[in-house]
């Protein structure tokens, strides 16, 4: 079977089948931060240089986010727990031998460890195709090893893909991929076999555009506040989900952090939001929602697997 030349079919969001979430809930909000490792002297990539401010070592940006881990990440956790928040941790799974107690916080408060690939500073865009095939291999090994989780899904190391990804990583036994940031429903993405689930990710709610363009904390809690807002609104129609993209070495500094307990009290002081790991929402979709809208997905542009 060929590469599909579309990998997702357009579906209006005006006429679509209706997503129903588990009680009636409005909204599916999913929290990921995202605990990442950053080589001090990464390998040279063709394609892309990790470290810009050339030569290496960049050690600025280095420290900038190996804060994240000394210090940002366990004032996160501190908030994060307050709210018993079930997290998806988009995680370089190289943290854990990196980092193994920040691997025994995540693994201990049942997290589920979403691949953010080995570090964050080896990309996908530069692997043939068997590269790519022993780096899922890998990516499944590694947190089988270190956790006993099965690897559900993938935010692709610093968000880097090859035109096969979405092949690969079903074949891979992946369910769900988290870099397509166009819809506020999950969608089924076209493959070659098996399936494979867009879950809605965030480049809006994320703190890295926001903070690094210099917005006030207080500007996050807002747009969090308003984005909210209008999918609780919307979701009582058909449900939503909101993804709250976080990173250590940012959200948790010492000026943002009461940021970060406020739009959480505010999202999880709604009444219809449930607070699940991007693999119950891809799984609750499949169950109920996969198969009617491939069908309409087909129905609307005459074509078959449309979706």
């Not at 948790?252 to 607070?275: C, F, K, N, S, T």
Request: glycine share 6%; charged share 20%.
């Amino acid at each position: 079977m060929d590469l599909p030349p579309n990998r997702i079919g357009y579906l209006p969001m005006v006429d679509r089948p209706t997503v129903s979430w588990p009680d009636g809930a409005r909204v599916a909000f999913w929290v990921a931060p995202n605990v990442e490792h950053y080589e001090y002297l990464p390998p040279r990539d063709p394609r892309r240089n990790p470290w810009p401010r050339s030569p290496h070592p960049d050690v600025q940006g280095y420290a900038h986010r190996d804060y994240g881990n000394r210090v940002g990440f366990w004032r996160m956790l501190d908030v994060l727990d307050s709210y018993n928040v079930r997290c998806t941790a988009s995680t370089n799974l190289a943290v854990f031998d990196h980092y193994p107690q920040i691997g025994k916080a995540m693994a201990d408060r049942g997290w589920e460890i979403m691949s953010h690939g080995i570090y964050n500073t080896r990309y996908l865009s530069s692997l043939s195709e068997s590269e790519e095939q022993e780096f899922y291999v890998d990516c499944i090994a590694s947190l089988r090893r270190h956790t006993g989780q099965e690897l559900r899904g993938m935010l692709g190391p610093a968000v880097s893909n090859t035109a096969r990804t979405p092949d690969l990583m079903a074949e891979a036994g992946l369910t769900y991929h988290a870099d397509w940031l166009h819809d506020d429903q999950p969608v089924p993405i076209k493959v070659r076999n098996g399936r494979l689930i867009s879950v809605p990710y965030s480049i809006e709610l994320n703190d890295v555009p926001v903070f690094l363009q210099h917005h006030d904390p207080q500007d996050f809690v807002t747009m969090v506040k308003n984005q909210f807002d209008t999918l609780y609104e919307e979701g009582s129609q058909s449900g939503r989900v909101m993804a709250l993209a976080i990173h250590p070495y940012l959200m948790g500094m010492p000026h943002r952090i009461d940021a970060l307990d406020e739009m959480l009290d505010y999202v999880l002081g709604h009444d219809d939001v449930w607070q699940p790991t991007a693999s119950e929402i891809a799984d609750h979709f499949i169950e109920h929602s996969y198969d009617s809208f491939v069908a309409h997905a087909a129905h609307i542009s005459g074509e078959p697997n449309a979706c």
